[in-house]
């Protein structure tokens, strides 16, 4: 069974910065996946903000680029999203998944998500 653990949110004024994690565990072939990082706000559908293949190429969602770096660490089965220069915008439940397709996520059954907070 596949589990999704994120975790580094936190509560940060504009302009700050935070580091997620998200730990993936059983049997996916973690280095073989293509991994994303979504978000979802209040009133709002789950998009996808940030891709890394399995070589490491990456893809954003147009409003973070140049402010969020995906990375991956594949010994351990981990993706990070690297956030700087927060937004209020920003603000959202951040969940990873495998992807598929351009933007799909793989697994239907969502990790817990973590809260990211900007204050203006």
């Known amino acids: 069974q596949v589990q999704l653990v994120e975790s580094g949110g936190g509560l940060v004024q504009a302009g700050g910065s935070l580091r997620l994690s998200c730990v993936v565990s059983?049997?996916?072939?973690?280095?073989?996946?293509?991994m994303g990082w979504y978000r979802q706000a209040p009133g709002s559908q789950r998009e996808l903000v940030a891709r890394i293949t399995s070589g490491s190429s990456t893809n954003y969602e147009d409003s973070v680029k140049g402010r969020f770096t995906i990375s991956r660490d594949n010994a351990k089965n981990t993706v990070y999203l690297q956030m700087n220069s927060l937004k209020p915008e920003d603000t959202a439940v951040y969940y990873c998944?495998?992807?598929?397709?351009?933007?799909?996520?793989?697994?239907?059954?969502w990790g817990p998500g973590t809260q990211v907070t900007v204050s203006s």
């Open positions: 998944n495998v992807v598929t397709g351009w933007d799909q996520a793989l697994f239907g059954s």
């Open positions: 059983g049997s996916i072939w973690f280095s073989i996946k293509t």
